[in-house]
């Protein structure tokens, strides 16, 4: 997914942003990077942070690290921030999002006068770089972050830091957050409000979508206003986000435990215990246990000491292997007991059939599954977070096609298994629910997931659960 983190600062803003970057380090990383500005002109390091924490690869650079004016990132895939010199100054920028249109991108960039993009491996070139490549077709920084909203397909949040200040831009449907907040010598820009707690800052300002802020150690001040429509990732208040963070006012554990008790006053299942899938599932089970007083317990435990988050790996293979190694039983909490397991999604269903195998091997009689989200029937068009390869990867699509007997459904199709209410979404569930060895299983309704964020359904997207954009 990628997050992002910036201060402009009347001191210097090294530890703010070294702090600041690294509570984004859940966010499924790869590659973590700072830069600052300051008495010795702009300072970068970049690290590859796959198997060790953001903190111990740059604990080091920070000490040779000078500036007033910072911003730094976790990225999906894309080394940054990138260093640019051209005809509008010298400044550092970093993106978070997804681009659908890059080869039409790239060839308005050569046509432009762009020579050549560096090459990363695979083939592929750095978005960041592409990005900064379109803001360069403008005459000024604001003219470009608008034009990059205008030309893009696809989500893309930026923050560029100029000797003097950082722009901060968010994409034009507002599909992920960014975050002003301020305290007496600095404001800083984020995505995670929960980065800016412990460090001293308020918060100002949630952006709009497609809004567009300048910060200074000294102000803030709004460039662009924002666009009527708004299509934030409800997926932020299911999955991703963290739990102590705030988006568009809605906190995510209250957002979380609101879902599990909807989802627990419409089911009369018969259990032991309820637990949470560690670590998104667990404030749903809480307000699931909370509405039907049934306990609330933890059957396993996940070993973080060492461990990284399972879907932190890129290959699937190795995302299954960490996630097995990871959960740990408590065999007193499951021998002989019936267990209703919540998790945050089903995608796949891999990993949380064999979690389900786990846990019968450990001596449970029966695991009834509560997905917290409803089945994801499209693949997301918009963020890296919940992107497959393919939509055949998804356990809702091979499911379907089995009972469809064909190797292709229509979206026309599809719509009927998004119904709660219709047999053909019944036969899919049931499908699934055999497939994964589940003792019984119940999605939540989209209805009860857009109650419990607790904002208009116009202003949220949705795309992965119903195919509506």
């Known amino acids: 997914m990628g997050g992002f983190f910036g201060v402009a600062s009347k001191k210097d803003c090294v530890a703010d942003l070294y702090f600041g970057v690294d509570y984004h380090s859940h966010l499924g990383p790869r590659r973590g990077g700072l830069a600052v500005f300051g008495p010795n002109g702009f300072q970068r390091s970049i690290h590859n942070i796959e198997n060790a924490p953001f903190r111990s690869k740059f604990e080091n650079d920070i000490d040779r690290f000078e500036g007033n004016i910072g911003i730094g990132c976790i990225s999906d895939y894309e080394p940054q921030p990138l260093l640019v010199n051209s005809h509008l100054g010298s400044f550092a920028i970093t993106t978070v999002g997804r681009v659908k249109n890059i080869p039409e991108l790239k060839q308005s960039c050569f046509e432009f006068g762009t020579t050549h993009f560096l090459e990363m491996s695979g083939g592929q070139i750095n978005i960041t770089e592409l990005i900064a490549a379109l803001i360069n077709q403008k005459d000024s920084i604001l003219e470009g972050l608008t034009h990059v909203q205008e030309v893009v397909k696809g989500t893309m949040n930026i923050l560029i830091m100029t000797n003097e200040g950082i722009y901060c831009s968010r994409d034009k449907f507002g599909r992920i957050p960014v975050i ?86 419409r089911d009369n299942t018969e259990v032991d215990l309820v637990a949470g899938v560690p670590d998104s599932g667990m404030a749903h089970a809480i307000g699931y246990s909370n509405e039907t007083k049934i306990p609330l317990g933890r059957p396993f435990v996940k070993y973080t000491p060492t461990w990284a ?134 999605y939540a309704r989209l209805d009860e997931l857009v109650e419990a964020i607790g904002i208009k359904p116009c202003k949220l997207c949705t795309y992965c659960f119903n195919g509506e954009e």
């Not at 404001?187 to 567009?212: Q, R, W």
């Not at 290959?315 to 039983?329: S, Y």
Request: proline share 4%; hydrophobic share 35%; net charge neutral.
């Open 180 to 265: 002003i907040a301020k305290k007496d010598d600095a404001y800083c820009v984020t995505f995670e409000s929960s980065a800016f707690m412990n460090l001293g800052y308020e918060h100002v300002k949630d952006l709009g979508p497609g809004e567009i802020a300048y910060i200074t150690p000294d102000k803030f001040e709004i460039l662009k206003e924002e666009n009527e429509i708004m299509k934030v990732c409800s997926f932020l208040w299911v999955y991703y986000g963290y739990p102590t963070s705030t988006y568009e006012g809605q906190n995510v554990e209250m957002v979380r435990n609101k879902c599990g008790r909807l989802m627990a006053k």
């Open 309 to 442: 988050r399972s879907f932190m790996p890129q290959n699937q293979t190795e995302r299954e292997k960490v996630a097995r190694k990871k959960l740990i039983p408590v065999q007193e909490l499951i021998n002989d007991k019936r267990l209703l397991l919540i998790d945050d999604s089903i995608v796949r269903g891999t990993q949380l059939g064999e979690t389900t195998q786990f846990l019968y091997n450990s001596g449970a009689k029966e695991v009834h599954v509560r997905p917290a989200c409803p089945p994801i029937l499209f693949g997301c068009k918009y963020l890296n977070f919940s992107r497959t390869s393919s939509e055949m990867q998804l356990i809702t699509r091979r499911v379907i096609c089995d009972l469809e007997g064909t190797q292709e459904v229509s979206d026309e199709l599809l719509k009927e298994y998004v119904n709660p209410d219709s047999e053909k979404y019944k036969r899919m569930v049931d499908e699934i629910c055999k497939r994964l060895n589940f003792s019984s299983l119940d």
